[in-house]
């Protein structure tokens, strides 16, 4: 591996590594309590829905994906209380739903949801219900 090469592996690797702690409590992280949840904007304040297995920072009761944080989606989600609209990650693959999730509560990225606003060809990590 040449110098330049090198750098520039060691630049990607920073970038990677600012980007998860930038992301440590956003939206989709694993939390018991709402202080957990950090939101990117400063107009939108996350909460700890301890309805789902492991906790997910989120927001319920969106009415569409203008009222979610950026990266996030308003989806009407049937948890076995009944149906509710939550803001959740938007995801392409399955560990970008984990980034900040334990392998025992981990989400599924999925394209088998009711996004409010329209698929608009995206998919989003669903937490694992509660069961309750």
């Known amino acids: ?18 980007a998860e702690s930038e ?5 989709g992280a694993e939390c ?3 202080a957990e949840c950090e939101s990117a904007d400063e107009n939108i304040t996350l909460e700890c829905l301890t309805r789902f297995t492991g906790g997910y ?6 009415e569409g994906d203008a009222d979610c944080p950026e990266g996030s989606a308003c989806v009407a989600h ?3 209380t009944g149906i509710a609209n939550f803001c959740f990650r938007i995801c ?3 560990p970008e739903c984990n980034r900040n ?3 025992e509560n981990e989400a599924n990225c999925s394209a ?13 990590c669903v937490p694992p219900s509660s069961g309750l």
């Open 112 to 124: 088998n949801v009711d996004f409010v606003d329209g698929k608009l060809d995206r998919k989003a």
């Open 92 to 94: 392409v693959d399955k």
């Open 1 to 18: 591996m040449t110098g330049h090469e090198r750098r520039a592996r060691f630049e990607e690797i920073g970038q990677q590594a600012a």
């Open 57 to 62: 920072c989120g927001l319920e009761g969106c």
């Open 78 to 80: 049937d948890d076995g």
């Open 32 to 34: 018991s309590e709402s």
């Open 101 to 103: 999730r334990s392998v």
């Open 23 to 27: 992301d440590r409590g956003g939206v």
